[in-house]
């Protein structure tokens, strides 16, 4: 069965901690994307990446970090220089970096600060 | 000036109704249109992408203008399953990049 798989689906998170969510697709996609969704707002792209060892800034990128080593694998780490990081945070995936290109979705996780 | 507007909603709608929402986008140089279905507390998927033309899915229909910069999606004949949040989304820029800005989508609730 081809698709994105996030984990962990729930995650909680003390002040002051790093933690990294994971995100991986085998589709063979060659782009893929982490996005922020709060209550009422549209997604908000923090990183993507339309190649393997080569990622860029979206428009929320101050407070986390990304790699991209492989090409089925996207991790997005939340630093504790991120002020409000409680979010739904979604990891997508595209063919190619195209803008025609349909973007497929993982299930996400949901991040709690306590 | 948000770079894509929808009515947040929510639509309250019988079954069977014939509903439409509407959305505008600020940047003319956009190129690639879609409405993405989310449901409760889940991922979005893609419902269809909106082609110049008008394209049509069944019981669902998208109309592009590129002239107003103005997206509308018709549901006919609703249904209960159709309740969920409708998400335009448009590409960033005109150069080839997979960068989408997303609305902050429109509620439905079909009623029996």
């Known amino acids: 069965d081809g698709g994105i798989t996030q984990s962990p689906k729930y995650l909680f998170r003390k002040e002051g901690q790093n933690v990294t969510l994971s995100c991986e697709q085998n589709l063979n996609h060659d782009a893929m994307y982490w996005y922020r969704q709060d209550p009422g707002q549209g997604l908000r792209l923090i990183y993507y990446s339309q190649i393997v060892n080569d990622f860029q800034k979206g428009d929320i990128a101050e407070g986390y970090s990304v790699s991209r080593e492989k090409k089925e694998s996207f991790p997005l780490t939340v630093t504790s220089a991120q002020k409000n990081p409680t979010a739904f945070y979604l990891c997508?995936?595209?063919?190619?970096?195209?803008?025609?290109?349909?973007?497929?979705f993982g299930p996400g996780t949901r991040l709690t600060v306590l | 000036r948000k770079e894509v507007e929808q009515d947040p909603g929510p639509f309250n709608v019988p079954e069977g109704a014939t509903v439409a929402f509407n959305c505008t986008y600020s940047?003319?140089?956009?190129?690639?249109f879609f409405w993405y279905r989310q449901d409760c507390r889940k991922e979005p998927k893609l419902l269809m992408s909106v082609y110049s033309s008008g394209n049509e899915d069944g019981r669902f229909t998208a109309q592009l203008n590129r002239a107003s910069q103005y997206i509308s999606l018709l549901i006919r004949d609703s249904k209960l399953s159709d309740s969920a949040t409708y998400l335009c989304v448009v590409s960033r820029y005109s150069s080839n990049t997979g960068k989408l800005i997303f609305g902050q989508g429109t509620t439905l609730q079909v009623k029996p």
């Open positions: 997508a995936s595209s063919m190619g970096d195209g803008h025609y290109n349909e973007q497929f």
């Open positions: 940047n003319s140089a956009s190129q690639s």
